[in-house]
């Protein structure tokens, strides 16, 4: 199973010349088991360039996820290339009570006002589905887990388990407990931190919202992310073999998050999980 990261950025998408190692566009990651359909975790700027390759690829079936609707999530979605292919499928499965209410919510944006493509006007078969957050999916070959996350408006989880291999994609989260509670507080983790620890079990990958440092978590509590300390608690308690910190803060340059890779390359050995900064244009072969 491959993971490749399209989008690694949060909030915005960014450019300039301090930000080429990383990359500025926003969310957007692809899960390709070895035979199965392409899986698209979120649509942020990635999905473009993602749905390029897809293309090129010749694949006419592809499986979207999305974790919740914000812009950095979903800007790209209209840009995503397979959807405007006669004879393709893309299923498009969404934190909603049902499918009426997952094409609801996209037609929000493909409507003419906000994006001149209406959802009628897509040529590829667009079905929907509402993800009941906190159910198991079955995309063959992918089994997926879901798990609610911490985030104004809500946002879903995903476990996605295929060929022997298992990734979690936790963004966007604030730590589930406060900071004196719970695993923030060194205490036995809460309920909901329970379930978040059981969706990361023992998985092969975790992919992770760190976009802020502890001291900018105390000041922006209620904006929904968390810091690196606490998404390497959570991963190392859980059995994980290797942590991502993605959902990079757009004010951070190359060389801040340079340091923030090698702070962490060089805590190797000091816990059973690695981690790792998430870069774009990254492909991580779990085979290998
Ligand atoms: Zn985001
Ligand atoms: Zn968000």
Redesign the pocket.
Same mark, same amino acid.
């Given at each position: 199973m491959q993971v490749q990261f399209y989008g690694v950025r949060?909030?915005i998408p960014i450019s300039g010349e301090n930000i080429t190692k990383y990359g500025g566009n926003s969310s957007c990651i692809r899960i390709q088991s070895k035979d199965g359909t392409p899986l698209i975790l979120d649509c942020g700027t990635g999905a473009r360039p993602a749905g390029v390759d897809v293309l090129q690829q010749g694949q006419k079936n592809v499986e979207v996820l999305f974790?919740?609707f @914000?812009m %950095?999530?979903l800007f790209g979605f209209p840009f995503f290339a397979p959807l405007y292919i006669p004879g393709n499928t893309v299923r498009v499965n969404v934190p909603a009570y049902s499918a009426v209410d997952a094409q609801n919510k996209l037609s929000r944006y493909l409507n003419g006002l906000y994006h001149p493509v209406r959802i009628r006007d897509l040529a590829a078969e667009v079905q929907f589905h509402g993800v009941r957050v906190g159910q198991n999916l079955h995309r063959d070959p992918y089994t997926i887990k879901t798990v609610s996350l911490n @985030?104004?408006?809500g946002?879903c989880g995903y476990r996605v388990e295929a060929d022997g291999f298992s990734v979690a994609y936790l963004? %966007?989260t604030a730590p589930l407990s406060k900071p004196s509670e719970g695993l923030s507080g060194d205490k036995e983790p809460l309920r909901a931190e329970r379930r978040l620890l059981s969706i990361m079990n023992d998985a092969d990958l975790v992919i992770m919202d760190t976009m802020f440092s502890y001291d900018e978590y105390l000041q922006k509590i209620t904006w929904?992310h968390a810091y690196p300390e606490y998404a390497v608690k959570l991963a190392n308690m859980a059995g994980v073999k290797k942590l991502m910190l993605f959902h990079h803060s757009p004010t951070a340059d190359d060389d801040e998050m340079d340091r923030l890779a090698d702070y962490w390359a060089s805590q190797d050995g000091e816990r059973f999980t690695k981690v790792r900064v998430a870069r774009e244009g990254q492909v991580i072969d779990l085979s290998e």
């Open positions: 949060g909030s974790t919740h @914000h %950095d999530h @985030h104004p408006g946002s963004t %966007d929904g």
